[in-house]
Every structure is written in structure tokens, then in C-alpha cells.
């Protein structure tokens, strides 16, 4: 049983880039939480597509959205996985969300293929 979705960068990023998969995307915010690792991912490609990011944590969060800090244990947990993960080239970032998502038991919205191509311990979902 799932306690919620956890947001990887990718996943918040497409409504407001516009890309597919952003409007299934958008109908999970409500209640969806994001590590603040993923949300600096957020908020650095948001600035390199121009966009104004001042009131963009207010926007997520008064749709919904908790950014919630990484405690030490996400980031350990996201430390074991890299002998698992390195081949498919998953980033610190993507592990954090991985360890994010299977702390609070919930599913891992995105739309990188390559987190739902590898067994990981946390149902994930993709976006597109």
C-alpha cells in the first residue's frame, strides 16, 4: 500500500515546461511530496529555460506539492545504491528520490526510463 507519490524533477518539471506527460503529471500534485535535492533540480531547470522562479515553491506547494528536506538516512539508503545503479547512470539526485520515495512508501512519478526499467524496491511510474 502506497503512502502518496514522490515527484523526481523530471516529472515536476513537465507542466511547467510544457512537455508531454505534464498534464498526467499535474493531476498527482495534490498530496505529491519532492526531496529538496529534486527540487534544486527543479529550480536550476527552470532558470536555464528563462523561466521567472521567484514565486515557483509557493505555485508548487499551493498546488499541493511538500518540499520536504532529506534526512541522513536518504542519503544513505541513495549511497547504497550506486554499486546497483552506476550502469544505468542513475545521478546522486535520481538515488535521493528513489530513497525518498521508498522511505514514505509511495510511488516515484517521473520520466526517466531508466528508474523504471530497474528493480529498485519502490513502484514507479511513468509519466509518458
Avoid: Y
Amino acid at each position: 500500500m502506497s503512502d502518496g507519490v514522490v515527484l523526481d524533477a523530471s516529472a515536476a518539471l513537465a507542466p511547467i515546461l510544457g512537455e508531454r506527460g505534464g498534464e498526467e503529471a499535474l493531476r498527482e500534485f495534490r498530496g505529491a511530496s519532492i526531496s529538496a535535492v529534486n527540487w534544486a533540480e527543479v529550480v536550476q531547470k527552470a532558470i536555464g529555460a528563462g523561466l521567472a522562479v521567484e514565486w515557483l515553491r509557493a505555485d508548487f506547494e499551493g498546488m499541493g506539492v511538500e518540499v520536504a528536506p532529506v534526512e541522513p538516512q536518504h542519503a544513505e539508503h541513495a549511497a547504497r545504491l550506486h554499486p546497483r545503479t552506476r550502469s544505468a547512470g542513475l545521478s546522486l539526485a535520481d538515488r535521493i528520490c528513489v530513497a525518498f520515495a521508498a522511505a514514505r512508501d509511495a510511488v516515484l512519478l517521473t520520466a526517466d526510463g531508466a528508474l523504471a526499467d530497474l528493480d529498485l524496491g519502490v513502484e514507479v511510474r511513468l509519466i509518458r
